[in-house]
Structure formats: C-alpha cells, structure tokens
C-alpha cells in the first residue's frame, strides 16, 4: 500500500493551496480518508475527514470554512483544498487510509505559510 501526498509548498498568509493523496495497493473506495496535520514541535492533528463514499466530511474547528476535503474514487486520490491560508497552518500535512484496524499513512508534505 502507498499513499503519496503532493501539492505542498510556501505560500503567503491569505493563499491557497491544494494537496492531493493518491492511493495504491488498496481498494480505496472501502477506506475512510484522513487528512492530518503536525506543526513544527507539536503533536499530529485531525484536520479533516471524509466517508468511503465522499457523502459526508468533519473538519477542525481551526480550519471549517477555510478548508475543503474531497476524493475521487475513480482515481484513488483523496484532496484537501486549503483556502485562506494562515501562518498557524504550517505544518507537515499527512493523509491516511482508515477501514477498521487498517490504517496506512502517507510520507507527508510540507506547507509554509509565511511572508
């Protein structure tokens, strides 16, 4: 199974950006699809989750309205697009692939927000 996040980058506070999650090695309609995030000297956050399906999603409380996750079954990528950027959302940005007790991580990708 592989998981390789993309889209990452340096943006200016107020930009966007758009991550992508494509998925191999699983069905990946079966898999729920995490989006997570860990800032530089802190611990890994949810930010936003969506069902196998892509007919229902949660966010962060720091990120609802800003962000936006979706997935695309038939290509086996899941995406966050991030909207609105702030400098607090730097961080290594992380998918995972949830179906029961199974549960895969991607390598990450880097998001800086800064001027």
């Known amino acids: 199974v592989q998981l390789v996040e993309s889209g990452g980058g340096l943006v200016q506070p107020g930009g966007s950006l758009r991550l992508s999650c494509a998925a191999s090695?699983?069905?990946?309609?079966?898999?729920?699809m995490n989006w997570h995030r860990q800032p530089p000297g802190k611990g890994r956050e949810l930010v936003a989750a969506?069902?196998?399906?892509?007919?229902?999603?949660i966010y962060a409380d720091s990120v609802k309205g800003r962000f936006t996750i979706s997935r695309d079954n038939a290509d086996n990528t899941v995406y966050l697009q991030m909207n609105n950027l702030k400098p607090e959302d730097t961080a290594v940005y992380f998918c995972?692939?949830?179906?029961?007790?199974?549960?895969?991580w991607g390598q990450g990708t880097q998001v800086t927000v800064s001027s």
């Open positions: 995972q692939a949830v179906n029961g007790q199974d549960n895969y």
């Open positions: 090695g699983l069905t990946f309609s079966r898999y729920a």
């Open positions: 969506i069902t196998r399906a892509g007919d229902s999603s």
